[in-house]
């Protein structure tokens, strides 16, 4: 299988997001470029301790099984730059 973003977003959907939904929670690809995918973890997912250990053992283990060529899933943590502008709009209107 050809190491794509649709092609990724299926294999999550097939093997990965199942077992997410089970504790509440989710991932978004972020980016893939040049062998490296990047994704964010949602939900109950979003800053849970085990993501970390949940990307190593489920996600890296299931997308480089899948895509040989794939060298790493990286997550992503911090703010994504689309909560910070509705944290902001909500400030303004609260003024």
């Known amino acids: 299988m050809e190491l794509t973003i649709e092609n990724v977003?299926?294999?999550l959907d097939e093997r990965?997001?199942?077992s997410l939904a089970d504790h509440g929670g989710d991932i978004q690809v972020m980016e893939l470029a040049g062998g490296i995918l990047k994704v964010r973890m949602l939900g109950q997912c979003s800053g849970c301790p085990s993501a970390s250990l949940t990307?190593?053992?489920l996600v890296n283990e299931e997308l480089t099984g899948a895509f040989p060529?794939?060298?790493e899933a990286v997550l992503v943590t911090g703010v994504s730059d689309d909560l910070i502008a509705q944290a902001r709009e909500l400030m303004k209107r609260r003024h």
Request: a negative charge; charged letters at 60%; proline letters at 8%.
């Open 9 to 11: 977003e299926k294999v």
């Open 16 to 18: 990965v997001r199942p």
């Open 69 to 71: 060529e794939l060298e």
């Open 55 to 57: 990307m190593e053992e």
